[in-house]
């Protein structure tokens, strides 16, 4: 128990000093059982429980007996420990595997420490190397050991950057015998002993693409509800608006040509006569759990019937007050390019709303035509391609040992199978847009369920087990 609270304040730690990084794997032998302890620990889904660490020779393929004996924290604490170092050199080592998908800028933490009594090798390089590649030293990754737990200590060591952003292939890192030499100046016997503990790699997740939050791109002429047809599938229910502020009314919408031509459609609406800062298009969604907003959207006036020149994009949350998005004062013309809003950020300030709403609106901002004259009771405003993007950073955090789920292999080639420590209520698999693609309800603690037929990428698995009070969600990536 005294290690897990101090691993907890060692991680937390790491979170303040490198508050973008995530522990993509980690091995800190909580128990005396090899077979267990072996096998990480803390890091990523499919990393934890699934690759396990070694001590290695290169020469024979062989691998040194490992066992488990006081670690860092001891008593009640374990470290990875092996004899039979002699005639090591560059040939003998620990080593881990884990894997990185959609992350980067990895550092490393380890401890090592050589036998006192049975004195073991005194000088190491740690090395690194992708699934099939070449062992390369990792700068100032020398290390030199001794009878304690602070000499041979790496703290946040960088990881070159050609292990960026790794996809599927698997990263190895090794700590290898560099001498033949004993902490205490002479050759290394078959009775050495080397121990290693605490050991985690951490990376920053690169910011994906955005999940479609909310869209409108009016693909059906016969829509008249105007909801969205796009993102999460809670803002599908969520019209667009033509608002009148100071009535509380709204204009009347209708479906003309798009963006894109013939066959596309625009949300088309008239009667902005006397609508600065007054009228103005609307939209209402929802985002819990998402950050780093932007909006993107198409404007166009009318060319006979010329509409408002001069708007502003404006945000609020439910209950709050309207406010400008920096750069987001914008002219239109007779056109689908002069009016386009590509990717305009959001304020912070909405950033993981929780279950509050979020509006955004396009305000007239001047009763100014295209053509430099009053807009007309028939001047005509369209607007199309509405798109809200934001990032989940929560569904791709980190997951520290957790016996309530097991979701493996990870990455999976069509077959996931599902472990729960009680029986499973229903699983729901997501998409990176947020749309559900599978929905069951197994009523057993294990199942295996077949993806094959959906798209290779990132998914989300979402568990409610019977008696739990809350969502359990795992990432995973479909690598057919």
């Given at each position: 128990?005294?290690?897990?609270?101090?691993?907890?304040?060692?991680?937390?730690?790491?979170?303040?000093?490198?508050?973008?990084?995530?522990?993509?794997?980690?091995?800190?032998?909580q128990?005396?059982?090899?077979?267990?302890?072996?096998?990480?620990?803390?890091?990523?889904?499919?990393?934890?429980?699934?690759?396990?660490?070694?001590?290695?020779?290169?020469?024979?393929?062989?691998?040194?007996?490992?066992?488990?004996?006081?670690?860092?924290?001891?008593?009640?604490?374990?470290?990875?420990?092996?004899?039979?170092?002699?005639?090591?050199?560059i040939?003998?080592?620990?080593?881990?595997k884990?894997?990185?998908?959609?992350?980067?800028?990895?550092?490393?933490?380890?401890?090592?420490?050589?036998?006192?009594?049975?004195?073991?090798?005194?000088?190491?390089?740690?090395?690194?190397?992708l699934?099939?590649?070449?062992?390369?030293?990792?700068?100032?990754?020398?290390?030199?050991?001794?009878?304690?737990?602070?000499?041979?200590?790496?703290?946040?060591?960088?990881?070159?950057?050609?292990?960026?952003?790794?996809?599927?292939?698997?990263?190895?890192?090794?700590?290898?015998?560099?001498?033949?030499?004993d902490?205490?100046?002479?050759?290394?016997?078959?009775?050495g002993?080397?121990?290693?503990?605490?050991?985690?790699?951490?990376?920053?997740?690169?910011?994906?693409?955005?999940?479609?939050?909310?869209?409108?791109?009016?693909?059906?002429?016969?829509?008249?509800?105007?909801?969205?047809?796009?993102?999460?599938?809670?803002?599908?229910?969520?019209?667009?608006?033509?608002?009148?502020?100071?009535?509380s009314?709204?204009?009347?919408?209708?479906?003309?040509?798009?963006?894109?031509?013939?066959?596309?459609?625009?949300?088309?609406?008239?009667?902005?006569?006397?609508?600065?800062n007054?009228?103005?298009?609307?939209?209402?969604?929802?985002?819990?759990?998402?950050?780093?907003?932007?909006?993107?959207?198409?404007?166009?006036?009318?060319?006979?019937?010329?509409?408002?020149?001069?708007?502003?994009?404006?945000?609020?949350?439910?209950?709050?007050?309207?406010?400008?998005?920096?750069?987001?004062?914008?002219?239109?013309?007779?056109?689908?390019?002069?009016?386009?809003?590509?990717?305009?950020?959001?304020?912070?300030?909405?950033?993981?709303?929780?279950?509050?709403s979020?509006?955004?609106?396009?305000?007239?901002?001047?009763?100014?035509?295209?053509?430099?004259v009053?807009?007309?009771?028939?001047?005509?405003?369209?607007?199309?391609?509405?798109?809200?993007?934001?990032?989940?950073?929560?569904?791709v955090?980190?997951?520290?040992?957790?016996?309530?789920?097991?979701?493996?292999?990870?990455?999976?080639?069509?077959?996931?199978?599902?472990?729960a420590?009680?029986?499973?209520?229903?699983?729901?698999?997501?998409?990176?847009?947020?749309?559900?693609?599978?929905?069951?309800q197994?009523?057993?603690?294990?199942?295996?369920?077949?993806?094959?037929?959906?798209?290779?990428?990132?998914?989300f698995v979402?568990?409610?087990?019977?008696?739990?009070?809350?969502?359990?969600?795992?990432?995973?990536i479909l690598?057919?």
């Amino acid at each position: 128990m005294k290690k897990i609270y101090i691993l907890f304040f060692a991680v937390f730690l790491f979170a303040q000093v490198y508050a973008q990084l995530d522990t993509i794997a980690g091995w800190t032998f909580q128990t005396d059982s090899v077979e267990l302890s072996v096998l990480a620990d803390y890091g990523i889904t499919g990393n934890v429980g699934n690759y396990d660490i070694r001590a290695e020779v290169e020469s024979t393929a062989g691998q040194l007996a490992i066992t488990m004996t006081n670690g860092v924290n001891a008593p009640g604490d374990f470290a990875a420990t092996a004899t039979g170092w002699e005639d090591g050199a560059i040939d003998k080592c620990w080593s881990v595997k884990f894997k990185a998908d959609g992350y980067q800028n990895f550092v490393l933490y380890s401890k090592q420490r050589s036998g006192g009594n049975q004195a073991g090798p005194r000088d190491w390089q740690v090395q690194y190397k992708l699934s099939g590649g070449t062992w390369t030293d990792v700068p100032n990754g020398a290390v030199t050991s001794a009878n304690d737990w602070t000499t041979a200590s790496i703290e946040a060591l960088a990881l070159p950057a050609d292990l960026n952003d790794p996809g599927s292939t698997s990263i190895y890192l090794r700590w290898i015998m560099t001498s033949n030499i004993d902490i205490n100046g002479d050759t290394v016997l078959a009775t050495g002993v080397a121990k290693i503990d605490d050991i985690f790699i951490l990376g920053e997740a690169i910011p994906q693409e955005g999940t479609v939050i909310t869209g409108w791109t009016f693909p059906d002429v016969n829509d008249t509800e105007f909801n969205a047809n796009l993102g999460l599938a809670d803002n599908l229910n969520y019209d667009l608006r033509a608002e009148v502020e100071s009535t509380s009314g709204q204009l009347t919408i209708e479906l003309t040509n798009g963006a894109a031509g013939t066959g596309d459609y625009a949300a088309t609406a008239a009667g902005w006569d006397n609508g600065a800062n007054d009228k103005f298009w609307s939209i209402k969604f929802k985002a819990d759990g998402y950050s780093d907003f932007k909006v993107s959207s198409k404007m166009r006036s009318g060319g006979n019937t010329p509409g408002p020149k001069f708007w502003q994009l404006q945000y609020k949350l439910s209950g709050g007050v309207w406010a400008d998005i920096p750069g987001g004062d914008f002219t239109i013309a007779n056109d689908w390019t002069t009016g386009v809003v590509d990717n305009l950020p959001i304020p912070s300030d909405i950033n993981n709303p929780g279950t509050t709403s979020i509006y955004l609106r396009w305000l007239m901002t001047s009763n100014e035509s295209i053509d430099g004259v009053d807009v007309l009771s028939d001047g005509i405003c369209k607007i199309d391609d509405i798109l809200v993007t934001a990032l989940n950073y929560n569904d791709v955090e980190e997951i520290l040992f957790d016996s309530r789920l097991n979701v493996y292999p990870n990455p999976s080639n069509g077959i996931i199978s599902i472990v729960a420590n009680e029986q499973v209520e229903w699983i729901k698999l997501v998409n990176m847009q947020g749309r559900m693609v599978m929905d069951i309800q197994p009523e057993t603690i294990m199942i295996s369920i077949d993806l094959s037929t959906l798209a290779n990428g990132i998914y989300f698995v979402q568990v409610k087990t019977a008696r739990g009070n809350q969502l359990i969600s795992r990432k995973i990536i479909l690598d057919k």
